[in-house]
């Protein structure tokens, strides 16, 4: 099994992971600073949202070069640094790479924009107006949503095509010096050593060369979360072999937010393709409910098992709200930590859930995010002073309660949640079963999920009490970890506690 299959992967945000320069935004020299509580915690690898050159209209989502750190952040030297001192400690470096689409301030789409006549006119999707003007097709933006995907250059009288903002323009991937540029980007990052790509909006780099109309009933959605055209397959494939060319198993991970696609499952092809993918928005967007859970993991079992890929989890990211918020309460909030790092696949965990942190409650005033996403993307409090840590004020207000929720005072109580993250992550890596392991769902009570893992004579059974009423589960074994931290190390007695998961060694 590779690393990427039975590791776990930790997101970083970087802006609000922690400062070291003191200019309230996060940047990759306070993530060094803060490398040796990651390793503490146990995670096999770290994926850092965009940390390139931008305008930051999206936040790094805008990228205006891929071969340089902004100077928000940091230089390459402390790139580099960064990188060799996680490598020193075992933990990998994923990098966001954002393919679809550059910043307008990219130099690729300047010289595009300037006359029809650049010979980088076609590295970005160019159209005439439609007949009557206005833009080329009914697609829309994501963001500002509802508005039209095409924004029209008066100077070279075309319109652009952006799946997100207008500082967000599409380039053109049938086209191959796009694809040999690009290509250039992943060895830029491949050669320096890094251990893969989290791979942004995979699913818009091919379109459909006709760029037809949606029909009516469809015509609301942003065309980033329908477009699925067959040409994108050829392009993965293209770069599964330049990263694969690379030594120690490099990895593409891909998002693939796709709302009518049946199944996202395309994207690995024939194991040619994505490494791993995210399922979104259904992957973030379960609710916590027994049943649904129960589907969802039947579902992607269904569907990645006889095809032989390897499925990822995950419940929050610096896109959706968080899963704290969503689920309601921290016991809920605990027992997903027990799903999450226990079902057949790699988890992806997003900064600040150690924490058992909810969105933050962001003012109209201090909202910056076009796509209202702020509340997810709230600093993570270090410690319990003013500051929580940060050397000046952050960028975005702190999440709720940062004074008891903070990094230091939940790593000095046992019974915290940042403590029930550790032993997790410790019993998976433990644990053949947890970590590469079959899964078999059991027969359980209503609310209840209960499922066994298994390698060779390893095995483990899990089960996790969705309800609010304790819930008589027959099954025997000894309590390895409870999401409550109750009855740790004693013999299961067949009943588990309102919001209760566990983990059971036979
Ligand atoms: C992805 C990112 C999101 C970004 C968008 C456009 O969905 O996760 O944060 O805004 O792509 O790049």
């Given amino acids: 099994m590779r690393w990427w299959q039975t590791g776990v992967v930790y997101q970083i ?15 990759l020299e306070g993530i060094r600073g803060r490398l040796d509580h990651l390793a503490w915690l146990g995670v096999d690898a770290l994926w850092l949202s965009p940390i390139f050159r931008s305008p930051m209209k999206d936040f790094g989502y805008d990228v205006a070069d891929y071969c340089d750190v902004d100077p928000l952040f940091g230089t390459l030297a402390d790139f580099d640094r960064l990188l060799a001192d996680a ?35 076609g590295w970005y999707v160019w159209r005439d107006p439609a007949p009557g003007g206005g833009p080329p097709n009914n697609w829309r933006a994501a963001f500002p949503r509802g ?52 791979v942004d909006v995979v699913h818009g780099l091919g379109k459909d060369p006709r760029l037809p109309d949606l029909p009516p009933e469809l015509a609301a959605i942003p065309q980033s979360a329908l477009n699925d055209h067959e040409s994108t397959h050829e392009i993965l494939r293209e770069l599964r072999r330049t990263v694969d060319a690379y030594p120690e198993n490099r990895v593409l991970v891909g998002e693939v937010w796709l709302l009518l696609a049946r199944t996202h ?17 259904a992957a973030v967007l379960t ?48 027992s997903a930590a027990v799903l999450l790092l ?61 004074e008891r929720r903070n990094v230091e005072r939940l790593r000095a109580d046992p019974g915290s949640i940042l403590h029930l993250y550790r032993r997790l992550l410790a019993l998976r890596r433990a644990s053949p079963a947890l970590h590469a392991g079959s899964l078999r769902l059991l027969d359980a009570p ?55 998961a566990v983990v059971l060694r036979p």
């Fill in 87 to 121: 490598h020193a400690r075992g933990l990998r470096v994923l990098l966001d790479w954002v393919p679809n689409h550059t910043s307008d301030q990219h130099p690729w789409f300047r010289e595009s924009r300037a006359s029809r006549q650049s010979p980088k006119r």
């Fill in 342 to 402: 226990t079902l057949r696949g790699t988890p992806f965990l997003y900064q600040g859930e150690e924490l058992g942190l909810e969105d933050a409650d962001v003012p109209a005033g201090r909202a910056v995010d076009p796509g209202g996403r702020d509340g997810c993307r709230a600093p993570v409090p270090w410690d319990g002073s003013a500051g929580h840590g940060w050397p000046a004020p952050p960028w975005l207000p702190w999440p709720p309660e940062p």
């Fill in 13 to 27: 945000y970087p802006r609000s992971f922690a400062d070291a320069t003191g200019d309230g935004v996060g940047d």
């Fill in 265 to 281: 499952a395309r994207y690995f092809g024939r194991g040619d393709e994505l490494h791993l993918l995210f399922e979104l928005p």
């Fill in 147 to 198: 508005t039209p995907a095409w924004t029209l250059d008066a100077a070279t009288g075309q319109h652009y095509l952006h799946l997100f903002l207008p500082g967000q323009p599409d380039l053109d991937w049938s086209n191959p010096d796009v694809r040999r540029a690009m290509h250039e980007v992943l060895r830029f990052w491949l050669d320096r050593g890094v251990d893969g790509f989290r």
């Fill in 446 to 500: 209503a609310r209840v999920l209960a499922y066994e893992r298994a390698a060779g004579p390893d095995r483990r059974t899990v089960l996790v009490n969705f309800g609010a009423e304790p819930a008589r589960c027959p099954a025997s074994g000894r309590i390895e970890v409870a999401s409550d931290g109750a009855g740790e190390g004693a013999a299961y007695g067949g009943v588990l506690a309102p919001g209760e």
């Fill in 287 to 334: 609710p916590w409910d027994a049943g649904a859970w129960r589907e969802r993991v039947a579902d992607v079992a269904g569907r990645l098992d006889p095809i032989g890929a390897w499925p990822t989890w995950v419940l929050s990211n610096h896109d959706v709200p968080r899963h704290r918020t969503r689920f309601g309460s921290e016991a809920a909030a605990r």
